[in-house]
């Protein structure tokens, strides 16, 4: 069964990176769509970003996030990074990386239309404070 623990996440000043990483066990992540989302305080869940299973390489990024984050993943180290830069207050929330098979979807961006509902594995969350 797949495990997946995110972490990287801290406080940093308006403008600055940071690099969170969702490392997975129990399975291969490339076998998987990796979907992160978002919960900023007092805001329902939102997704940000996801990543192809089925060894693919396409992404999806929300509008919130186009252009200034940047998913990928390292098989080698079993392991799905969201780099994010230009941050700002915005982006103050606690992010958790969340999966599934692929089944007979050949993106992972269908995935968010289904819901967090048909996401099975999740991490427990990593915080991320961005302040000016």
């Known amino acids: 069964q797949l495990k997946l623990v995110e972490s990287g996440g801290a406080s940093v000043r308006t403008g600055e990176s940071l690099r969170l990483s969702c490392a997975a066990s129990?399975?291969?992540?490339?076998?998987?769509?990796i979907l992160w989302f978002r919960q900023a305080p007092g805001k329902e869940l939102s997704f940000i970003s996801c990543i192809d299973g089925n060894a693919g390489s396409g992404t999806d990024y929300s509008s919130a996030v186009k252009g200034r984050f940047t998913l990928s993943r390292d098989d080698a180290k079993n392991t799905v990074f969201l780099q994010m830069n230009s941050l700002n207050s915005d982006d103050t929330a606690v992010y958790y990386c969340?999966?599934?098979?692929?089944?007979?979807?050949?993106?992972?961006?269908?995935?968010?239309?289904?819901?967090?509902?048909?996401?099975?594995?999740w991490g427990k969350g990593t915080p991320v404070t961005v302040t000016s």
């Open positions: 129990g399975d291969t992540v490339g076998r998987f769509a």
């Open positions: 969340a999966g599934r098979s692929m089944g007979m979807e050949t993106t992972c961006g269908a995935f968010v239309k289904f819901g967090t509902d048909a996401l099975p594995y």
